[in-house]
C-alpha cells in the first residue's frame, strides 16, 4: 500500500470527527419533505437573445424567475437563504425547434437534475433555496477571439447584475412585504454550478466597474472598435454598474451600435429593488471561474470551492476558458486552484478554521490534496469527468461548426452523480455553518468526540464479499453509519438506525478499501472495512 494510502487511513481512524450522533439541522437532512413554488419573479431586465440583424432586431425586456424550495413543516420564523445557480455555458440549453443542444452541454435550466437535487437537499438541511434563472446570451460562433470575450463578459456582467437584483428581492421583501419566504437577510450563500460558479465568484469579487479597467492582464476587457479606438467591453453608462442599480438608464448610441450592433435607443438594463444591500455571506463554486483574479479583495466573502483540477473547459489555476463543443478559446481566467491561495492569503476564508480545525474524514482528506486549505475540495476524476455531480437523462445532439450533427457525451450515471454531491454537502454543510454564524453542534475539534468502541463493537467478516455486519452491545446502540472511499467521497449515510446490529449491503460498490464511520450516543468511531 502507497505510503499516502496509509496516512489518510491513519487520519481517517485516530483524528476526532466533527459531526455528532444526532442529525443536527444545517448539518443534515432533518426535514423529510420540500415545498417548492415555481416561476416566481425577482425582478426584471432587458435580454439580448432575441438580436438578429442589428437593423430590425431589439433588445427586449424579461421576467426574471427563480423556483423557491422551503422545509416543509419548519416552525423556524427566519431561516437563511441560498441562491442557487444553475449551469449552461451563458446561453439557452435546448433550441425546441431542432432539439439541439444551443449551449453545447448537457444541461442549462433550473430544472436541471442537478440543480434540483441540490435545491432539494439544501431545503431539507433547513435553508430557503431559490433556483435563480439569470439573462443569457452572447456569441461563442464568432471566429475571433477578442470578439468572442467581448460578448461573453457582456452576459457574465449582465447575471453579476442579476444576481444581486435577486438578493436585493429578498431583502426588500423581508423588510416590507412580511418576509414572505422567512428568509434571515442577514444569512445568504451564493452557490454557482458550472457556469453558475462563475457567477457566484465574480458577483463576490467584482463590486467596483474600475476593476474591469484595471485587470491583472493589460487591456484584457478592451476592444478596439474602428473610429473609436480602445473601447471597454462594458461601458458603465450603457451596461450599468456592477449592482444594477444606476439611477440613470443605459440607453444604446451611436458609439455603444458600432461596438455590438444593437440598434441605436436600445435600452441595456433597468434598476431593481434600489436602497437595498446586494451584500451576501457566503460564495459557493463548482467548477467555476474569476474574470479576473485582481478583483479579489478585502471586501470579499468566503468562497468554497469544489474543482476538478484537470477540467479542460475551467481552468483550476489561471488559464483560458474553452466552449465545450466548439473548443474555441475565449479569455483567461483563474479558478478554484488559484482563487482559493488568494482568498487565504487575504484572510477572507479564516472563518472555515475558527473554533479549531474540521477533523472529519472529508477534511482531513481534503487538506492531504488541496495545499491545506479549508475552504477547497478537488474532485479527484479525469478530464473527461469535469462536472461529476450532474446528469441528465435526455442526452440532446449538437452542430458542430461543420454542419455535422453529434450526440453530446452527457453523463447518465445518477447514482454517481448522487454520490457526489453527497460529498459536496458534506463538505459544505460545517464551513457553511461557520461563515453563517449557525447553531452546528459539533463543528468545532474536540477530543472527546472520538468514542472508543473497541471492546463493544464487532464487523464481520472483513474482508467481505456481499455484504458487512456491525453489531454492539445492548447498551450502545449504533445510531448512523457513514462509508467513505480512498478518496475521501462519501459512498453511503445511513441514519436513524438506533439499533446493536446493522447489515450493510455492498450493492456494487467496487473492490477495495473503505472507512466506516459509526456514531453513538457518546460520540464516533472508525472502522477499516475491505470488499473483495
Not at 194 to 210: E, H, I, P, R
Not at 271 to 290: E, I, Q, R, T
Not at 387 to 413: D, M, R, Y
Amino acid at each position: 500500500m502507497k505510503k499516502s494510502t496509509l496516512f489518510l487511513f491513519s487520519a481517517l481512524l485516530l483524528l476526532c470527527f466533527g459531526a455528532t450522533a444526532q442529525p443536527h439541522r444545517y448539518l443534515d437532512p432533518v426535514f423529510p419533505t420540500v415545498k417548492k413554488t415555481s416561476a416566481v419573479p425577482y425582478g426584471s431586465n432587458f435580454t439580448v437573445l432575441t438580436v438578429g440583424i442589428p437593423s430590425i432586431a431589439h433588445t427586449t425586456r424579461e421576467s426574471l424567475l427563480m423556483d423557491i424550495y422551503e422545509p416543509e413543516g419548519d416552525s423556524q420564523a427566519e431561516r437563511p437563504l441560498v441562491l442557487y445557480f444553475h449551469t449552461g455555458n451563458f446561453l439557452p440549453w435546448i433550441n425546441p425547434a431542432t432539439m439541439l443542444s444551443v449551449n453545447q452541454s448537457c444541461g442549462g435550466t433550473r430544472n436541471d437534475p442537478a440543480a434540483v437535487e441540490m435545491c432539494t437537499r439544501l431545503a431539507k438541511m433547513g435553508y430557503v433555496v431559490a433556483s435563480v434563472d439569470y439573462r443569457l446570451g452572447w456569441r461563442p460562433d464568432l471566429s475571433e477571439e477578442l470578439l468572442r470575450r467581448f460578448t461573453l463578459i457582456n452576459a457574465a456582467y449582465r447575471g453579476v447584475q442579476d444576481a444581486r437584483t435577486c438578493i436585493r428581492f429578498f431583502r426588500k421583501n423581508a423588510a416590507t412585504e412580511g418576509n414572505t419566504y422567512r428568509i434571515d437577510p442577514n444569512r445568504i450563500v451564493a452557490f454557482g454550478q458550472g457556469s453558475g460558479g462563475y457567477l457566484s465568484l465574480n458577483t463576490a469579487a467584482l463590486d467596483k466597474y474600475s476593476e474591469i479597467l484595471t485587470t491583472s492582464e493589460p487591456n484584457k476587457f478592451i476592444i478596439p472598435i474602428p473610429g473609436l479606438g480602445p473601447t471597454p467591453m462594458v461601458i458603465e453608462a450603457y451596461n450599468g454598474d456592477p449592482y444594477g442599480i444606476q439611477s440613470n438608464i443605459g440607453i444604446v448610441d451611436a458609439l455603444y451600435n458600432a461596438a455590438t450592433g444593437f440598434p441605436v435607443g436600445d435600452t441595456l438594463y433597468v434598476p431593481n429593488h434600489v436602497g437595498y444591500s446586494s451584500d451576501f455571506n457566503l460564495a459557493v463554486n463548482l467548477g467555476g471561474a474569476l474574470g479576473d483574479k485582481s478583483w479579489l479583495d478585502a471586501n470579499t466573502p468566503p468562497i468554497l470551492s469544489f474543482h476538478v483540477p484537470e477540467d479542460p473547459y475551467a481552468p483550476c489555476g489561471d488559464g483560458l476558458v474553452i466552449v465545450p463543443g466548439v473548443n474555441f478559446p475565449v479569455v483567461n481566467v483563474t479558478g478554484s486552484c488559484g482563487v482559493q491561495p488568494i482568498q487565504d492569503n487575504l484572510g477572507n476564508n479564516a472563518v472555515f478554521s475558527l473554533g479549531g480545525l474540521l477533523n472529519d474524514p472529508l477534511s482531513v482528506f481534503a487538506r492531504t490534496i488541496n495545499g491545506n486549505r479549508e475552504g477547497f475540495f478537488p474532485l479527484l476524476r479525469p478530464a473527461s469527468d469535469s462536472a461529476p455531480w450532474e446528469w441528465n437523462t435526455f442526452v440532446p445532439n449538437t452542430q458542430l461548426p461543420n454542419g455535422t450533427i453529434v450526440p453530446l457525451n452527457c453523463s447518465t450515471n445518477e447514482t454517481t452523480a448522487k454520490s457526489n454531491i453527497d460529498t459536496i454537502m458534506a463538505f459544505y454543510a460545517p464551513r457553511a455553518c461557520r461563515a453563517l454564524g449557525l447553531d452546528c453542534p459539533g463543528v468545532s475539534t474536540k477530543a472527546e468526540d472520538l468514542f472508543d468502541a473497541s471492546g463493544i463493537l464487532n464487523v464481520q467478516p472483513n474482508p467481505a464479499t456481499s455484504e458487512v455486519w456491525f453489531s454492539t452491545d445492548t447498551e450502545h446502540p449504533i445510531q448512523a453509519i457513514e462509508l467513505y472511499d480512498l478518496s475521501g467521497r462519501m459512498v453511503r449515510n445511513i441514519r436513524n438506525i438506533e439499533s446493536s446490529y446493522y447489515t450493510l449491503q455492498r450493492d456494487g460498490m467496487p473492490n477495495g478499501m473503505y472507512v466506516a464511520k459509526l456514531y453513538f450516543e457518546k460520540g464516533v468511531a472508525a472502522k477499516r472495512i475491505i470488499f473483495e
